[in-house]
């Protein structure tokens, strides 16, 4: 049940091309849905830089839907989500920020919670870094960055991924399955981003009557 009348929409953007990520956004949407909101999943087309890098030359999906940037500039709240590339999100998400300039001079996203998740093939691969450097964009957006609490018990049961930056997953030997704790902190991560986009909106349109 929503905890709010308000309508919300939630945009998860990522990038997978193994299933990891996806199955984390997938995570994140069934939180979400659950709190009431309308969920978008979108992804970005591959940079060239990231068709090298996988051999396995993988087809992706037919529910993956290329984002646009009228989605960027009209949803509520934002997931964003990338496989951990050296520390770092993929190419091909970084070069989708590279044309936001537009939206960030029109201030599009100004004061919209977000969040980051990601996936690794190995338990110390970078995922924290790859979740603080994603949020890098987020913040000269000017979003508000929403990450999962200790309050939330899969956060401290947990022995794969999850954990307060963010969601993440753990995919050794190219595993896609979510751990249950993985599973329980990308709904929580979804349900946190709905709630805290339906109180800003509340308090955006009770600024606007008074």
Request: with cysteine; net charge negative.
């Amino acid at each position: 049940m929503s905890m709010s009348n308000q309508h919300i929409t939630l945009l998860i953007l990522y990038y997978s091309r193994h299933g990891s990520t996806r199955a984390l956004a997938d995570a994140i949407a069934e939180g979400a849905t659950a709190a009431g909101a309308e969920v978008l999943l979108r992804t970005v087309a591959d940079s060239t830089r990231d068709q090298e890098a996988d051999t396995a030359k993988q087809p992706k999906s037919d529910r993956d839907i290329q984002v646009s940037l009228e989605d960027l500039k009209n949803c509520d709240a934002l997931a964003l989500g990338s496989p951990t590339r050296f520390g770092h999100m993929a190419s091909s998400l970084h070069a989708f920020f590279e044309t936001t300039s537009t939206q960030w001079l029109q201030g599009s996203l100004t004061d919209k919670p977000a969040a980051v998740f990601t996936s690794s093939s190995s338990l110390h691969g970078g995922q924290e870094s790859t979740l603080l450097s994603m949020a890098l964009p987020l913040l000269h957006h000017g979003m508000i960055l929403v990450g999962i609490p200790y309050a939330e018990p899969a956060v401290h049961q947990t022995r794969t991924g999850g954990g307060p930056y963010g969601a993440s997953h753990l995919s050794q030997h190219q595993e896609t399955s979510l751990s249950e704790h993985e599973q329980q902190c990308a709904e929580a991560l979804g349900r946190r981003l709905v709630t805290t986009a339906s109180r800003l909106k509340k308090e955006q349109n009770l600024g606007k009557h008074h």
